[in-house]
């Protein structure tokens, strides 16, 4: 089997992915995933898209992953906008739980095994049994607040992840708010005492009502579902300090294993120099770009073909180049079926195509991987030119096609129906054509991909695929 290797920040090293001893081909993968209390915004999806190409990536390279994400129903922010709304907490975070789901669809996310949501009994007993083992192991402490803290100094490895300097800490400072930086490192909230703005939120615990802290809640459902050591934990970077950090705390403490083996981070989307961010108010959420007539598969394809370390500048002449690539790969793809024709052979040919998953294997190396595929494509383009080509050769390419469909899931929509008002404007289009209203047939095909479809002229009349 090829090595899969990644960039494990715990170690700031490449480090080639094995499973666990004894654990066959199975990987567990734990992804962070969205709190639930506004529609997630495309920095988001950025996170969530490159897990999801690690996933695809590790599957064929014949990983089983098992992967879980959490959904963060309950911490400061889902509370504070439940009582701005003035409505009780589940009925305030249903709606964008249901909208990231729906918005995972149209990029074409893998579903996970699970998504549990921390505001299940289950849950909450488990983050409550786990905060009594850190208190019974002197890890927590309940402070006058009636809040139980975690005590870093009480772990030696606190800062390992973030790589934080303990030693010029005040010690015994306080922090209660589930985020905070760096230079705020303190002993953060495990179980928050009740306080009027909770209002009906809060469960009984041996300290009194109150809730959980947004990081007890992570490693309550990563551990719970899926074993006290984790194969891959991912997030965006900003989940590195505290969130994660408090992560490994937490679980290192209460169990004496190690929580994960290998921690992966993406870069943030930029836009305009600053971090895409639901609090500074410079977000788009996938919804506004789809009301632009902008399709979930070239939103995919702009936040996938950037490296995940690296920054990305989230722009509009981002996603119209995605458009443009993604026209030259529909029409290449076009080109190769009617080219292969009925011929059926199952066999791939070698040029060049191990390379697309071989750059894969180096820590998702997708520029690399791109680069071949659309050297492939101006490669089997010149040959057919050339008449060079055989159907078994074009057959052969889209058996590979299917494999790199597989990893990247970019290729077209099915065709089902063609909606009703784009049947009349197609109508429309050949009218004008007929009549040599070239100005007017642009126009159509504008309101046609407007509406998320492209027109193709052929000598057999206009050609209409899903954008
Ligand atoms: P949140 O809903 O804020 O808990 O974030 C959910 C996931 O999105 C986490 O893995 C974050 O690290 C990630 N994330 C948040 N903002 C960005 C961004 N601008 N770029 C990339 N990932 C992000
Ligand atoms: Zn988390």
């Given at each position: ?6 960039h494990?920040?715990l170690?700031?090293e ?11 081909k199975?990987?567990s993968?734990?992804t962070c995933?969205p709190t639930?209390y506004a ?9 969530y898209v490159?897990e999801?190409l690690?996933?695809r990536?590790?599957?064929e390279?014949g990983f089983m992953v098992r ?7 309950v911490d400061?922010k889902t509370?504070r906008g439940a ?6 907490l589940a ?5 964008f739980?249901e909208?990231?789901f ?13 998504y549990p ?5 289950k849950?909450i007993t488990?983050?409550?049994?786990m905060?009594g083992?850190?208190?019974e192991?002197?890890?927590?402490y309940?402070a006058?607040?009636g809040?139980v ?10 800062g390992?992840?973030a ?6 800490q005040?010690s015994g400072?306080?922090v ?11 002993d953060?909230?495990l179980w ?5 703005e909770?209002g009906?939120?809060?469960w009984e615990?041996?300290w009194?009502?109150?809730r959980?802290?947004?990081h ?9 579902l899926?074993?006290?050591t984790?194969d891959?934990?991912?997030g ?5 300090f505290?969130h994660?950090e408090a992560e ?11 929580f994960?083996?290998y921690w ?10 600053s971090k895409m961010a ?5 977000f788009?959420?996938l ?9 979930g ?8 073909s950037v490296h995940y370390?690296?920054a990305l500048n989230?722009t509009?002449?981002g ?9 030259r790969?529909?029409?290449w793809r ?8 009925s011929?059926?052979?199952?066999e791939?040919?070698a ?13 998702l190396n997708i520029?690399s991987?791109?680069a071949v595929l ?7 383009n010149?040959r057919?030119d050339?008449?060079a080509?055989t159907?078994a050769h074009?057959?052969?390419?889209l058996?590979?096609?299917v ?10 929509d099915?065709?089902?129906t ?14 004008a054509r007929?009549a040599?209203e070239w100005?007017?047939?642009d126009?159509?095909?504008?309101q046609?991909?407007?509406?998320g479809w492209?027109v193709?002229?052929t ?8 954008g």
């Amino acid at each position: 089997m090829a090595t899969v290797q990644i960039h494990n920040t715990l170690t700031k090293e490449l480090e080639p992915i094995e499973p666990k001893h004894g654990e066959g081909k199975t990987l567990s993968l734990y992804t962070c995933g969205p709190t639930v209390y506004a529609h997630a915004h495309i920095g988001n999806f950025r996170a969530y898209v490159f897990e999801d190409l690690l996933q695809r990536h590790l599957q064929e390279r014949g990983f089983m992953v098992r992967r879980v994400m959490n959904l963060t129903d309950v911490d400061d922010k889902t509370i504070r906008g439940a009582h701005a709304a003035g409505i009780a907490l589940a009925e305030f975070t249903r709606p964008f739980k249901e909208a990231f789901f729906e918005d995972a669809k149209t990029l074409r996310l893998l579903p996970a095994e699970a998504y549990p949501e921390a505001t299940d009994p289950k849950q909450i007993t488990r983050m409550i049994a786990m905060i009594g083992t850190l208190m019974e192991k002197g890890h927590a402490y309940q402070a006058e607040d009636g809040s139980v803290y975690f005590r870093i100094a009480s772990f030696p490895g606190y800062g390992k992840l973030a790589r934080v300097d303990l030693e010029n800490q005040r010690s015994g400072q306080r922090v209660a708010s589930d985020e905070y930086d760096k230079e705020a490192v303190a002993d953060f909230a495990l179980w928050k005492a009740w306080v009027p703005e909770d209002g009906a939120v809060g469960w009984e615990s041996p300290w009194g009502r109150g809730r959980p802290g947004w990081h007890i809640e992570c490693s309550a459902m990563a551990t719970g579902l899926l074993g006290e050591t984790i194969d891959i934990h991912c997030g965006g970077v900003d989940n590195i300090f505290p969130h994660h950090e408090a992560e490994i705390a937490q679980c290192e403490c209460v169990g004496a294993k190690p929580f994960v083996r290998y921690w992966m981070h993406c870069a943030h989307l930029m836009v305009e120099g600053s971090k895409m961010a639901k609090s500074a108010g410079n977000f788009f959420t996938l919804r506004d770009l789809l009301t632009q007539g902008w399709t979930g598969r070239e939103v995919r394809y702009a936040l996938i073909s950037v490296h995940y370390r690296g920054a990305l500048n989230f722009t509009l002449d981002g996603l119209a180049a995605a458009r443009t690539a993604l026209g030259r790969l529909d029409a290449w793809r076009e080109r190769l079926v009617e080219t292969a024709g009925s011929e059926t052979t199952s066999e791939t040919p070698a040029p060049a195509t191990e390379g697309f998953f071989a750059a894969l294997d180096d820590d998702l190396n997708i520029s690399s991987a791109l680069a071949v595929l659309f050297e492939t494509l101006r490669e089997t383009n010149r040959r057919m030119d050339e008449g060079a080509w055989t159907p078994a050769h074009a057959r052969g390419m889209l058996n590979w096609l299917v494999r790199v469909d597989g990893v990247l899931a970019l290729e077209p929509d099915a065709i089902t129906t063609i909606p009703y008002e784009v049947e009349e404007l197609v109508t429309a289009r050949a009218a004008a054509r007929t009549a040599k209203e070239w100005k007017k047939s642009d126009e159509i095909r504008d309101q046609i991909e407007a509406l998320g479809w492209l027109v193709k002229d052929t000598k057999d009349g206009q050609k209409i695929t899903k954008g």
